[in-house]
Nanobody, 123 residues
């Protein structure tokens, strides 16, 4: 699956952004999808995941209640709605396609990765 993430940008603390990830090729509709992020000087961190049907989701504690992951299999799209953004959310955000249908937080369970989109939250 080829993935293209977009929608990042600069936003003030407390603001919102919606990230999108366009998928092409492969078996998107039978793959779990995930969002990860990497802040400067830190490792890649799990953010959210959604099952192949959209029926199951799971979030990192740091974003639970603020971020919402969703997908539209008819459009081959995955979204991450981010509300109440904080400076600590600043990172490059990556979408990834899993090798399985069900949710997982393990990066090694994801076969394909997009190029990332920068999110910067100013205080």
């Amino acid at each position: 699956v080829q993935l293209q993430a977009f929608g990042g940008g600069l936003v003030q603390a407390g603001g919102s952004l919606r990230l999108s990830c366009a998928a092409s090729g492969g078996t998107f509709t039978s793959s779990a999808m995930g969002w990860f992020r990497q802040a400067p000087g830190k490792g890649r961190e799990f953010v959210a995941t959604i099952s192949w049907s959209g029926g199951s989701t799971y979030y990192a504690d740091s974003v639970k209640g603020r971020f919402t992951i969703s997908r539209d299999n008819a459009k081959n799209m995955v979204y991450l709605q981010m509300n109440s953004l904080q400076p600590e959310d600043t990172a490059i955000y990556y979408c990834a396609a899993g090798s399985q249908r069900w949710i997982t937080i393990t990066p090694s369970s994801y076969n394909d990765w997009g190029q990332g989109t920068q999110v910067t939250v100013s205080s």
